[in-house]
């Protein structure tokens, strides 16, 4: 499959949040995202489950359905995505996703069946019929696809269906920050990337909730968004003490501290890096509908340049994994934010020769990204999950 690059960034299994846009020195303001991110949750795909309409399987052949199993699952996963992808940017005509989503997945799925059955055929038992369990058709958005994997302990053996239900995500107002001041703006790019990086940690946090349940009818306002808020509070302070401290006004951003709620499934949000270029979305994190950070912004004259980094194609993450994913994720986004920022500062002021921006930022940008793909690769590993191969998201270009 094509690997998208970072023009459309969307969620593993949720829905798509809105990008917010900081201009640098261009005087216009933030939209803000208020309570609603004003995107409607993605259709997913609604496959029929494949595990409750096995007979008894084998033990010789257990390890070879589930993996198979797990490649419905995954396939889903990837053709969700593209549906969140289509709902932000739609393409081709009224039969796009017909043409181009749902016909290819089914033959992908009589594929894997046809796999499953072999795995029953060789272990000596009834090859069963699976070829009506191949067509997939859509759910209404905000609906999550049912799935076949084993994520709780019992499925394999009873051979139940496992839908796994989409988890809330916080819901953040977007700052609305006046142009920042070219020696703010390292500054302010720094907190944003925090900003984002206490989202997709209280995403996670919602995400464990979802997955295992704890405290009363008030522990996710007392334990996850009134932190959050708190957090936020002071990464806004310090975005405002960096305007100040360069002799410009400064902003008061107070009520864009409290979150509130995303429906399961919606999608949230995110914070602009400063910086004007084109368009460059961010990270989703994955499993939790929550909309990644855009590096977004208008091409002003002698606006800098932006880091154009593919995003990367992870499968449906497991309950067990998904923190480190979340805050893995987290990372790819601060990188870039730190990317663009020595970008605005090569554009106010620059230095080095030809190569400087390849040798001095998007070398080293490859480097820290291999390393965070590298470390989501192990998150994977760990929970005994397949182990996807993500090098080749590591190298970014220019907008």
Do not use: H, W, Y
Not at 354 to 365: E, Q, Y
């Amino acid at each position: 499959m094509a690997r998208p690059m970072r023009k459309n960034a969307v969620l593993k299994l949720g829905g798509v949040g809105a990008l917010a846009v900081l201009l640098l020195g261009g005087g216009l303001q933030l939209a803000s995202a208020g309570e609603n991110t004003g995107s409607t949750a993605a259709q997913t795909v609604n496959c029929p489950t494949v595990r409750d309409k096995l007979p008894a399987i084998p033990a010789s052949a257990a390890a070879g359905v589930e993996r198979e199993l797990a490649n419905l699952d995954e396939e889903i996963a990837r053709q969700n995505e593209r549906l969140a992808k289509q709902a932000a940017n739609p393409q081709g005509g009224a039969n796009f996703i017909n043409n181009a989503i749902l016909g290819p997945l089914k033959s992908k799925r009589v594929a894997v069946l046809d796999r499953i059955a072999i795995n029953f055929n060789r272990a000596g038992a009834q090859r069963p019929n699976l070829d009506a369990l191949a067509t997939c058709g859509l759910n209404a958005p905000g609906v999550a696809s049912a799935l076949n994997s084993s994520v709780k302990a019992g499925n394999a053996a009873t051979g139940g269906n496992n839908t796994t239900a989409a988890a809330q995500t916080v819901n953040c107002p977007t700052p609305q920050i006046p142009a920042v001041p070219a020696q703010a703006a390292a500054n302010v790019q720094a907190e944003l990337a925090n900003l984002d990086k206490q989202i997709n940690e209280a995403n996670a946090r919602l995400a464990q909730q979802a997955a295992n349940p704890q405290g009363g009818a008030n522990f996710i306002n007392n334990a996850i968004l009134g932190p959050l808020k708190d957090k936020r509070q002071a990464a806004l302070d310090r975005i405002e003490i960096a305007f100040n401290r360069v002799g410009a006004q400064r902003p008061d951003l107070d009520a864009f501290a409290a979150c509130g709620l995303n429906g399961a499934g919606a999608g949230n949000a995110g914070n602009g890096n400063a910086g004007a270029g084109n368009s460059n979305a961010g990270n989703g994190n994955a499993g939790n509908g929550n909309a990644g950070n855009g590096n977004a912004g208008n091409g002003n004259a002698g606006a800098a340049r932006t880091v154009n980094c593919p995003t990367p194609q992870i499968p449906a993450v497991p309950a067990q994994a998904a923190a480190n994913v979340q805050a893995e994720l987290a990372n790819l986004d601060k990188q870039i934010n730190e990317a663009n920022a020595r970008l605005a500062q090569q554009a106010a002021n620059p230095q080095g020769g030809a190569n400087f921006i390849n040798n001095a930022i998007l070398g080293p940008l490859k480097d820290k990204r291999q390393a965070a793909l590298d470390r989501i690769e192990i998150a994977f590993n760990r929970v005994g999950a397949q182990r996807p191969d993500l090098d080749a998201f590591a190298a970014c270009g220019l907008n």
